[in-house]
């Protein structure tokens, strides 16, 4: 497109740009949207669990054979699930990144031209407009009220006048008026390089979740250690048999680690992203797909969001006294004059190209671009005076009849502007001797999933709050045709409290919010968090970037500026507020399963580690009693059968299992009480069983081994049926299967012989079933009756 903004300077030649391209002079800073292929292999191959897996893997064959490393499957399986998942959300990540990157205008041989942002070299002239991110440094070189938001770079809150001279710097975007600047700081130079690449850099970023997770794992890695060595150091005193020792002692640590949880933590997420981008839904940071999961409280803002893009022009009423013609002539100037209009402007500009209404072609002299914190914009022209178009409670004084007739339209449900003539104004010194010629109406066009979406929410127990720019009635009018409770008693934010407290009382109380200016967005997210609440914030527009960027979860339209996108965690590509309730649902079906697998590897760990020390406790009690040495009642292959059907096959299914339930905070702590009786229930019964059964068939037999391995599968089997509630026909046939499963390796010889076990006889079947009983037993009198505060 031409501009009509530049008198002189033409920007760059293409035989310019030629040259700075062959000299290498272009912006091109590395897009990091994912972890690279070398990353990824890196990250997914060389972790210490894989390590100590494989270590232990290697003296369990050399010493007992090839079938005792089969645990070391696991690493096999976490490096192929764990690289497959990983490089498919890296493939849906880069996908919808490039849909979501923003392009830049330059001028170039006297045009504007939209081009990739890696595209701008060095001196190129760069037009920027409210909404443009700015991606390169250098000087403004042409400024018609150009106003920049550096709140990213410096954290204050008010736009920055530009002119000619001024630095704009990368991070930061325009929030009113045009102007060019010269690209000076490029590519690595530039602070996009560092701030807005980051923005949709691929992640596991902070996560409660995965912060958990790490906790447990660092806590059993001090836990191993110790225990091992004390384990090794029981079974030392059985010098015959040392080849079987090294071997059962590396079944007795083989259990203590959580190896399939991490891999199962990052296959949910990224699953969760393909099944999103699928929607179009732009997942920024993996881990945002849990935050609105925790999110009780989702603050909305009204236009673009409960609304779609754009307005239709549904009257023009000129005031009595005022020249019809001259109204018409006035709007389509200020539509000539307005060289980056907001969708109200290009609705008033379709609406006068329809009724045939040409530009007057009346000489500017300046041109007062439209600014959320003002809500007006204007132009004074050289014979027709100054012409102002906003917002008419801010432009009119309360009592003009004008501002009540205002009024009653907007509780209509329709948006109203206010064409006035002003003696002066000025973006800085407010307006003077305003008088109404005429009232703009237009036409909201509300989604026709936003209802819907809505009575979700409220199903869910997620407080909306809806927050605007525009008048409350408007607002509250736009809510009432959507359902919204509250929609009635619409609250001012002209005449919020200055107090924190009582912002916070009144946001607790209130649901619709008009007038709300873009600081106010901020302090609303801030007030509600001051109360304990996560908050996810939705917007669209440079006005929400504040408030997005403090939420707990930022939530972006896809249409929208790309300054709300750069800062946003989640982006709606398509605009459909209709794909919320399916990142809630994903968020909770990550939180809710990984927290039920967790329960289950951790259980296995607290077991192992129990039975480790009950075992070197009684085996140097028996060395000191100058009796039997007390072997470890397992091989790697029985940990292997036990695993795979408990923990391993199951946990995989049930950590991609839909659920609803909405996510809870102190996951570490719900877990932990969960596991440690659980486990110690696990281990008891079948450390007794095991004596009895050594005591019953001796040392020689394998009968031991095979009843305590049963013992010890039937309780991790109840561990796992209480944890896949609540059941469906899948769930169920899931654990009746793993039942089957077990069973037919003790009752099919072959089977038998490959895992070291034999059909037990009815003595074994009894003491397997007590133990079992009791084990069960106790765990469901824990889960029953202990308090209150140790169930929450």
Not at 10 to 37: C, F, I, Q
Not at 545 to 557: N, P, Q, T
Request: proline fraction near 5%; charge should be neutral; hydrophobic fraction near 50%.
């Amino acid at each position: 497109m031409t501009t009509p903004m530049l008198a002189g300077d033409r920007g760059l030649t293409a035989a310019e740009v030629a040259e700075r391209v062959e000299a290498g002079a272009v912006n091109e800073a590395k897009r990091h949207t994912s972890r690279p292929l070398s990353a990824i292999l890196r990250a997914n191959f060389f972790t210490p669990l894989n390590a100590v897996i494989g270590v232990l893997a290697v003296i369990a064959i050399g010493f007992g054979g090839l079938k005792q490393g089969l645990f070391a499957g696991v690493i096999i399986a976490n490096i192929a699930i764990g690289t497959i998942q990983e490089l498919r959300a890296k493939r849906t990540l880069d996908k919808l990144s490039l849909m979501n990157r923003s392009n830049a205008k330059v001028l170039r041989d006297g045009e504007i031209i939209s081009i990739d942002p890696t595209r701008i070299v060095r001196d190129d002239l760069v037009f920027v407009e409210p909404g443009d991110r700015i991606v390169v440094d250098g000087p403004v070189v042409e400024s018609r009220n150009l106003e920049i938001d550096e709140s990213l770079l410096t954290g204050e809150a008010d736009p920055v006048a530009k002119t000619p001279g001024d630095e704009v710097r990368s991070g930061s975007f325009a929030v009113a008026g045009t102007g060019l600047f010269r690209a000076e700081q490029i590519g690595a130079e530039s602070y996009a390089a560092k701030l807005v690449e980051e923005a949709s850099k691929f992640t596991l970023a902070r996560s409660e979740l995965r912060e958990g997770i790490n906790r447990f794992i660092k806590l059993i890695n001090w836990l191993i250690v110790p225990i091992a060595l004390l384990l090794i150091i029981s079974q030392l005193s059985d010098h015959e048999n040392w080849r079987e020792i090294i071997v059962s002692t590396v079944a007795g640590i083989v259990p203590m680690i959580p190896e399939g949880l991490v891999l199962l933590t990052s296959v949910a997420f990224a699953v969760g992203v393909i099944r999103l981008g699928a929607r179009k839904c732009l997942v920024q940071e993996l881990p945002a797909i849990e935050g609105l999961a925790r999110t009780d409280v989702l603050c909305l803002d009204k236009t673009g969001t409960l609304t779609e893009g754009g307005m239709d022009v549904d009257e023009i009423r000129p005031i009595n006294g005022s020249d019809g013609p001259s109204v018409t002539d006035a709007l389509a100037a200020l539509a000539a004059a307005d060289d980056s209009p907001n969708p109200t402007m290009q609705a008033v500009a379709a609406h006068l190209r329809g009724k045939r209404v040409s530009d007057p072609n009346w000489r500017v002299i300046d041109v007062m671009p439209f600014s959320s914190a003002r809500k007006w914009s204007g132009t004074r022209f050289t014979d027709n005076g100054t012409w102002l178009l906003g917002a008419p409670d801010i432009l009119l004084d309360a009592g003009d009849p004008v501002a009540l007739e205002a009024d009653v339209l907007s509780a209509q449900g329709l948006r109203v502007l206010a064409l006035v003539t002003a003696e002066s104004a000025s973006t800085t010194g407010g307006v003077a001797g305003v008088k109404a010629q005429a009232l703009v109406i237009l036409r909201q066009r509300l989604r026709s999933t936003a209802a819907a979406t809505l009575a979700y929410f409220k199903e869910q127990g997620v407080a909306v709050k809806i927050i605007s720019g525009d008048s409350p009635a408007a607002v509250g009018a736009v809510a009432a045709q959507l359902g919204v409770e509250g929609a009635a008693d619409t609250v001012d934010a002209r005449r919020l409290p200055e107090d924190p407290e009582e912002l916070a009382d009144l946001l607790e109380r209130a649901t619709i919010f008009g007038r709300v200016k873009p600081h106010q967005k901020q302090a609303f997210v801030k007030a509600l968090q001051s109360r304990g609440h996560t908050v996810a914030m939705t917007g669209d527009g440079v006005n929400d970037v504040l408030a997005l960027k403090d939420a707990d979860l930022g939530i972006a339209m896809g249409s929208g500026s790309a300054a709300a996108r750069s800062v946003a965690q989640v982006v709606l590509l398509d605009d459909e507020f209709a794909t919320l309730p399916h990142v809630v649902n994903e968020g909770r079906r990550v939180l809710g399963n990984i927290g039920r697998v967790s329960n289950v590897f951790l259980t296995k760990t607290v077991y192992a580690i129990a039975l480790a020390l009950f075992i070197a406790v009684g085996a140097i009690s028996a060395w000191i009693a100058g009796n039997d040495p007390l072997p470890y009642p397992f091989l790697p292959i029985h940990q292997s059968l036990i695993n795979l059907f408990t923990i391993g096959l199951p946990a995989f299914f049930l950590a991609l299992a839909p659920t609803f339930d909405r996510a809870k905070p102190g996951f570490v702590k719900r877990v932990l009480k969960f596991a440690i009786p659980a486990g110690i229930c696990c281990a008891v019964p079948t450390f007794v069983v095991y004596l009895a059964a050594l005591a019953h068939d001796g040392y020689d037999s394998k009968l031991p081994q095979t009843t305590a391995a049963i013992t010890l599968f039937s309780l991790a089997l109840a561990v796992l049926a209480i944890v896949a509630k609540p059941y469906v026909w899948w769930k169920g046939l899931l654990v009746g299967g793993c039942a089957a499963a077990f069973v037919t390796v003790l009752a099919v010889p072959p089977f038998a012989r490959f895992y070291e076990l034999e059909l037990p006889g009815a003595w074994n079947t009894t003491a397997a079933a007590i133990g079992v009983g009791s084990g069960v037993a106790a765990l469901l009198f824990w889960l029953v009756v202990r308090p209150k505060h140790l169930k929450d």
